[in-house]
């Protein structure tokens, strides 16, 4: 199984340049997760999709948008990137079902190296 | 709100010793998991052990257990026979509102031989 496959591994861009990273899961999960990991910040939640045509901001949406384009795929959006946004990213999809204790371990991707110069 | 504190930036231990790395958390909730994640080099997030909140059991992975105390909101991780496979990043995570998975900043760990 793939599991959470992300693309592409690498990217430089110039700043106000825009892209697009993709993200697709072949679990069936219903939730999905953008994050960005910094030295000293841990991961840090961007955007997050419960389930299919939902997305929710985290803790840093500033910069970015996403797309639920269905359940298997979830895009994350930088429309003018700045050198602030020189990161690592993550997605990942959960399931964590509709019992009482949720589940909410996550899949990851192998992560998104991503530079602004 | 609902945050994850890992207050040790850095860790090391001799291989075959035992080490723990702490998580505080704070939440107003009752039932949840919480997971610890270790990320190698490699970058590939892996997941190490996980807690179920209404338990009252530590949970155990082979070398890796917890110390869940619930009432001071605390889950830290012990790791008893270390190797050098272990080093890495260790990540405790907490669902926020039951759905949404946030980090803490992490624990970088050296097992030296």
């Known amino acids: 199984n793939a599991g959470v496959t992300q693309t592409p591994k690498f990217q430089v861009l110039k700043t106000g340049q825009s892209m697009t990273l993709q993200c697709a899961q072949d679990?069936?999960?219903?939730?999905m997760y953008w994050y960005r990991q910094d030295p000293g910040m841990g991961l840090r939640l961007i955007y997050y999709?419960?389930?299919?045509?939902?997305?929710d901001k985290g803790e840093v949406p500033n910069g970015y948008n996403v797309s639920r384009l269905n359940k298997r795929e979830f895009s994350l959006r930088l429309e003018s990137a700045a050198p602030s946004q020189t990161s690592v990213y993550f997605c990942?999809?959960?399931?964590?079902?509709?019992?009482?204790?949720?589940?909410?371990?996550?899949?990851f991707g192998q992560g998104t190296r991503l530079t602004v110069v | 709100a609902q945050t994850v504190t890992q207050s040790q930036p850095e860790m090391s231990v001799q291989e075959a010793e035992t080490v723990t790395l702490s998580c505080t958390y704070d939440?107003?909730?009752?039932?949840?998991?919480l997971f610890w994640y270790k990320q190698p080099p490699s970058r590939q997030m892996i997941l190490v052990i996980r807690q179920e909140a209404y338990k009252q059991q530590n949970a155990t992975e082979n070398r890796f257990s917890v110390n869940f105390q619930k009432a001071a909101k605390s889950f830290s991780l012990k790791i008893s026979d270390s190797q050098l496979g272990d080093t890495a990043m260790y990540f405790c995570a907490f669902p926020y509102n039951t759905d949404k998975l946030i980090f803490g900043t992490g624990t970088r760990l050296q097992v030296f031989p």
């Open positions: 999709s419960a389930s299919e045509g939902t997305t």
């Open positions: 939440t107003s909730e009752s039932n949840y998991y």
């Open positions: 990942a999809s959960s399931d964590p079902g509709i019992k009482v204790f949720k589940n909410t371990e996550a899949f």
């Open positions: 679990m069936n999960h219903n939730s």
